[in-house]
């Protein structure tokens, strides 16, 4: 049981590139979530799911965007890398009892 | 909005002592889940304790207990006989049980607190 996994844990960037970040949960989770944390700060949401096909938007959603095709995989893609999206991202699934589960994050970096 | 306040930046507490790590909140709401993580320099955020707005109990894990106080929307972290594994980032978190999101809500974070263990 691997819990919340995250591909791949650290990239580096151009601005202008684009790249999809893989979120995958093995605990048969319905609500999946998107966070940034930057420097001093704690995680802000970025996108959710409540299950697949479904995505909604969080307290930080532009520039980004999700996918929901198989319920234990969450995507997020960046179309347009800009050095604002410098961060470190975490994905995390909801369990039964509200609590969230954290997979091991991305450390992204946009040159 | 919701928001979540962590007063303190830094505390720093001598091994095997007592520490209390401070969060308040601010929502219109009444039914609601309040959260501990911690986060050690691995980055790995980890759970720490749970607490539901209607259970009146605080709620305990072996050396972890919270004093929540709902009218005054305080929910602080004692950590009992504190070790050396326990230095790391403390973030405290809110979720409405139903919010705009119908139940989906994500979490509200507050900015952390860094604890620090004296050996």
Known sequence: ?111 | AQTVTQSQPEMSVQEAETVTLSCTYDTSESDYYLFWYKQPPSRQMILVIRQEAYKQQNATENRFSVNFQKAAKSFSLKISDSQLGDAAMYFCAYRSAWGKGGGADGLTFGKGTHLIIQP
């Open chain 1, 1 to 111: 049981n691997a819990g919340v996994t995250q591909t791949p844990k650290f990239r580096v960037l151009k601005t202008g590139q684009s790249m999809t970040l893989l979120c995958a949960q093995d605990m048969n989770h319905e609500y999946m979530y998107w966070y940034r944390q930057d420097p001093g700060m704690g995680l802000r949401l970025i996108h959710y799911s409540v299950g697949e096909g479904t995505t909604a938007k969080g307290e930080v959603p532009d520039g980004y965007n999700v996918s929901r095709l198989k319920k234990q995989n969450f995507l997020l893609g960046l179309e347009s890398a800009a050095p604002s999206q410098t961060s470190v991202y975490f994905c995390a699934s909801r369990g039964l009892r509200a609590e969230q589960y954290f997979g091991p994050g991305t450390r992204l970096t946009v040159t």
